[in-house]
Each structure stands twice: as C-alpha cells, then as structure tokens.
C-alpha cells in the first residue's frame, strides 16, 4: 500500500463518507495515532473518540505551504502519529489540483520517510487529474 492515497472524484460523490469509513477501521488497528484533519466541525461526532479531530480553519491554513508545516509541526511534538486523513484537501490549501505537485512530492516523502499513512480527499474530476497523482488515486 503506498503511504498517500487520494480520493479523488466529484463534489457529491461520497469522498468523505468513503474518508469517515477509512478513519473508523484505521483507528481500530491504529500502531500509533491518528490524525483527522477538515476545514471545518461538521464531521466531529462522526469521527471515532480515539482520532485526534482538528479544525484546520482554526489555525490559519490557507496554502499548501502552510498545511505542510502544520503537519511536520504536529509530527514534530507527537512522533506516535501513523496515520493522517484530510479531508476538502483543495478548500484548504485553496488551489487546483495541478498547482500542489510540490506538496504532493514534499509530503509523500514526508509520510514515506516517517512511515506515515495518509489518504487526502480531492474534490475534483478524476478524468482531469494530473499526471503526477493518478498513482496516488484509489
């Protein structure tokens, strides 16, 4: 299984109930902790008690540069972290899916070298989907 997984497909089409399920079945066999990051709280009862929830719209977010950070940051003070879901990837970093390929690169690495599993929500055609992420797409 690669360490980052995109679902990737058009708004309505059930990303984050997919997302929500993933993050249930993590958080029963989870080594270490798990992350679940949104843009807002609509989903907090939804998400198991033992999953770290965070509102990103509380922090500032609003690029991939800055989401990025924020990750190594909580990586940083919790090195348990073994997974991170995101979902409404695009509202947060606010860009098109073929503007983030250097986010893509850097967190792959990121998640790859500190043995992190992370599947992000793309709202997005999938038939438009930038060469770079079709391996990423499940």
């Not at 939804?46 to 990586?75: H, W």
């Not at 348990?80 to 970093?93: N, P, T």
């Not at 983030?100 to 690495?109: L, M, V």
């Amino acid at each position: 299984m690669r360490m980052v997984q995109l679902i990737y497909a058009a708004k309505g089409s059930g990303k984050t109930k997919k997302l929500l399920g993933m993050v249930a079945e993590e958080a029963k066999n989870a080594a270490g902790a798990v992350v679940f990051m949104d843009d807002d709280t609509r989903y907090l009862r939804e998400v198991p008690t033992s999953v770290r929830f965070v509102d990103i719209s509380e922090y500032g977010i609003d690029s991939a540069d800055a989401l990025f950070g924020f990750i190594c940051g909580m990586y940083s003070q919790n090195y348990d972290i073994g997974a991170v879901y995101i979902d409404s990837f695009l509202k947060i970093i606010g860009k098109q899916p073929a503007e983030a390929e250097d986010f893509f690169q850097k967190f792959a690495a990121f998640c790859d070298k500190n043995n992190i599993h992370a599947v992000l929500s793309v709202s997005a055609e999938a038939e438009t989907a930038p060469e770079f992420l079709k391996a990423w797409m499940i």
